[in-house]
């Protein structure tokens, strides 16, 4: 759905990591999508990939200087709420973050954001509205829940995921809280949403492996490409 204009190997790109987990091709893309100008991120970066909580938040510091003021993101995750299926698009209204490390430890620069940022609204009511009106304008089923973040690479225990749901999360993942905490700080107005890829708390014995995790994810980019390319029509870019 993206009109590629240019196309920026990250490793040509200065400080910034390199991708090493399968289904991240590591490219910056600046493109038109639904006659806005985007920059696109091929690939994110872990902090269980060696990278440092700053590196992994890195991109957005260097979209931030490019001028992009709105951060949509999307991750895949998997699904603590017992009435979520395989599949389900969670929009993120929450997230917890004491389970990982916050980007903005160390020293502050005032001149990229606040030393204590507001977090009680990290991610922008107003889109969230948007989408679910686009959502339902689409006939497209949405959940909506809060995200908990980890540092991974090990999937969660089954004691684990029970506790991620005492403690009001739905959905559990390895990514996103670091980069919106930096957009936060950088003054973004951020929408996430999560592709729900396997269940935590289910009735069966069975494992969970990455190459399933793939398999569902794939299977609902067509519902996260027509959601996403709504939005961005949307938007005053």
């Known amino acids: 759905q993206i009109k590629a204009l240019a196309t920026i190997p990250y490793a040509d790109i200065p400080h910034f990591p390199v991708s090493t987990v399968e289904g991240h091709s590591g490219q910056l893309i600046l493109g038109e999508l639904a006659?806005?100008?985007?920059?696109?991120?091929?690939?994110?970066?872990?902090?269980?990939?060696?990278?440092?909580a700053q590196q992994v938040a890195y991109p957005v510091r260097?979209?931030?200087?490019?001028?992009?003021?709105?951060?949509?993101?999307?991750?895949?995750?998997?699904?603590?709420?017992?009435?979520?299926?395989?599949?389900?698009?969670?929009?993120?209204?929450?997230?917890?973050?004491?389970?990982?490390?916050?980007?903005?430890?160390?020293?502050?620069?005032?001149?990229?954001?606040?030393?204590?940022?507001?977090?009680?609204?990290?991610?922008?009511?107003?889109?969230i509205q948007k989408v679910k009106a686009i959502a339902a304008a689409q006939n497209l089923p949405l959940q909506e829940g809060v995200y908990l973040g980890v540092t991974g690479p090990t999937f969660e225990t089954r004691a684990e995921y029970k506790m991620i749901h005492v403690l009001g999360g739905d959905a559990v993942g390895m990514s996103t809280v670091q980069e919106t905490i930096v957009a936060v700080h950088c003054g973004m107005q951020v929408f996430a949403i999560s592709v729900i890829t396997d269940l935590g708390i289910r009735e069966e014995e069975n494992t969970i492996t990455h190459e399933e995790v793939l398999e569902a994810a794939h299977a609902a980019e067509p519902k996260l490409t027509q959601l996403f390319t709504a939005l961005v029509a949307e938007l005053s870019l």
């Open 62 to 127: 260097v979209l931030h200087f490019l001028g992009v003021k709105t951060l949509l993101l999307s991750n895949a995750a998997g699904g603590v709420n017992p009435k979520f299926s395989v599949g389900d698009l969670m929009i993120i209204k929450d997230h917890i973050s004491q389970f990982t490390i916050n980007p903005l430890l160390g020293k502050n620069e005032e001149a990229l954001g606040t030393r204590f940022p507001d977090m009680s609204e990290p991610y922008s009511k107003a889109l």
């Open 35 to 52: 006659g806005k100008k985007v920059w696109v991120m091929a690939g994110r970066f872990h902090f269980y990939e060696g990278y440092s």
